[in-house]
């Protein structure tokens, strides 16, 4: 079972036209299929569940609340079977990260003297050029690998907007036709 969600509260300021809440379904949806099968080897996935967060790469610390950054989260399982709250831990990691514009694993390696009172000592999340994804439930350097998967995936599905657009245009490499 999976499910889906926004968790904007309030009116957020225009964010990425690219890499939105779209895009950014579509970037977990190319994953599931490799991440549920990941998820039946124990070894990945003692728990069974995951939780994605992922941020809008045109919001950061500066322009929003973290809460308006979010462009969705995405439950893997049943949530009433949960055994920890899987979907807190990913937003920690999650925030960590677009806070921190660093992935939780080099934060907590690298730079353990950013870290503030009541931030996650988990990792598994990602920072791509500007795209914060936390996951979590798996072993926390598969929750890593996850997280830079979907990442990428967005940055690609944005770089194909973005290409298409141009194309619209008639703009090629900076040259119009």
Same mark, same amino acid.
């Given at each position: ?33 490799s991440i549920e099968s ?13 939780y994605i967060v992922v ?14 950054a979010v462009l969705i989260?995405? @439950?893997? %399982? ?9 979907? $807190? /831990? *990913?937003? !920690?990691? #999650?925030? +960590? ?34 795209? @914060?994804? %936390? ?9 890593? $690998? /996850? *997280?830079? !998967?979907? #990442?990428? +995936? ?24």
């Amino acid at each position: 079972m999976t499910s889906s969600t926004s968790s904007s509260t309030s009116a957020a300021p225009p964010g990425s036209h690219f890499a939105d809440r779209e895009a950014a379904r579509r970037a977990i949806d190319l994953m599931l299929p490799s991440i549920e099968s990941a998820m039946r080897d124990s070894a990945v996935c003692g728990s069974g569940f995951l939780y994605i967060v992922v941020t809008d790469p045109a919001l950061g610390p500066d322009d929003a609340s973290f809460e308006q950054a979010v462009l969705i989260e995405h @439950a893997i %399982g049943d949530r009433s079977r949960w055994d920890a709250d899987y979907a $807190a /831990f *990913a937003r !920690a990691k #999650a925030r +960590l990260a677009w806070r921190e514009r660093c992935d939780s694993r080099g934060l907590q390696a690298n730079r353990p003297q950013r870290l503030r009172p009541g931030d996650s000592l988990l990792w598994g999340s990602a920072w791509l050029d500007g795209i @914060a994804v %936390g996951v979590s439930g798996a072993e926390p350097w598969f929750d890593e $690998a /996850f *997280a830079h !998967a979907i #990442a990428a +995936l967005l940055r690609a599905i944005a770089t194909q907007r973005h290409a298409d657009a141009l194309a619209a245009i008639g703009w090629y490499a900076g040259v119009a036709r």
